[in-house]
C-alpha cells in the first residue's frame, strides 16, 4: 500500500505456514519453485520472509503419481494431508492423497482428555458428564471427521477407559468388573450414551 512502509518495521518477520503442492511432473515442479520465489520476493517488498520450516513444496504422491519427492505430505489446519487408501464410489480400494485428522491435533485432543480427569468425578451424575463433554467431543467429530472420519475411533479410546473407570468408581455394580467388561451404561458405547455422532466410515 502507498506509503505503508513508513510503518513496518525494519527488522523481518517470519511468515506463516504456506505448502505448495505439485502433481509430479517436471513443469509442475517448476511452476511450484517459480510460485515459492514470486512469494519470497512479494514478502520482501513488504519486510516479511517466508519461514524456511514451515514453508515446503509437496509431491501429492498417489495412484496416477508414483513418482518421489523429499516431501510427500504436510499439516494444515490441524490435518495431516499424504497418500492414503481409500475407497471409491464404486467400492473399490486405491491410493488418493487426502487429508485426515493430524497427529498434532490427536495429541492435543488427549490431553485435554486426560485433563478432564473424568474417572475422579465420581460428584458428577452420566447426564452432567454427557452435557460436559458431548460439545466438545461433538464439535472434534464434527470437524476432524470431515474426512477420513474413521480416523478418529482410535483418538477416543482414552475417553472409553476413562468413562468406564468412571462407572465404576460412580456405581457399586461395577467396582469388581474387569476393565472390557465394565460398561458405561446399560446403553453401550460412547456414542450411544453421550448422544454422539458416529464413528464410522
Not at 88 to 102: C, H, K, L, Q, Y
Not at 113 to 138: C, F, G, I
Not at 142 to 155: K, T
Request: proline fraction near 6%; aromatic fraction near 10%; charge should be positive.
Amino acid at each position: 500500500m502507498p506509503g505503508s512502509e513508513e510503518t513496518i518495521p525494519e527488522k523481518s518477520v517470519a511468515y506463516g505456514i504456506i505448502s505448495v503442492a505439485f502433481e509430479g511432473n517436471g513443469r509442475s515442479e517448476e511452476q511450484a519453485l517459480a510460485l515459492r520465489k514470486a512469494l519470497e520476493t512479494r514478502l520482501a517488498a513488504c519486510k516479511l520472509e517466508l519461514d524456511p520450516q514451515k514453508t515446503k513444496i509437496v509431491y501429492c504422491k498417489d495412484d496416477n503419481r508414483d513418482g518421489s519427492y523429499p516431501v510427500q505430505q504436510f499439516d494444515f489446519l490441524g490435518f495431516n494431508f499424504r497418500a492414503r487408501r481409500i475407497k471409491n464410489r464404486d467400492g473399490e480400494m486405491f491410493i488418493g492423497f487426502v487429508p485426515a485428522v493430524s497427529g498434532a491435533a490427536v495429541k492435543v485432543m488427549r490431553l485435554t482428555m486426560r485433563r478432564w480427569k473424568l474417572h475422579h468425578r465420581n460428584d458428577l451424575t452420566l447426564d452432567e458428564v454427557a452435557a460436559w463433554v458431548r460439545p466438545v467431543v461433538t464439535g472434534w467429530i464434527n470437524y476432524y471427521g470431515r474426512f477420513q472420519r474413521s480416523a478418529l475411533i482410535p483418538v477416543f479410546r482414552p475417553l472409553d477407559s476413562f468413562l468406564k473407570r468412571w462407572a465404576r468408581r460412580k456405581y457399586q455394580r461395577f467396582k469388581s468388573s474387569p476393565e472390557k467388561d465394565a460398561p458405561v451404561a446399560e446403553e453401550g458405547s460412547i456414542p450411544a450414551v453421550l448422544a454422539l455422532p458416529a464413528l464410522g466410515t
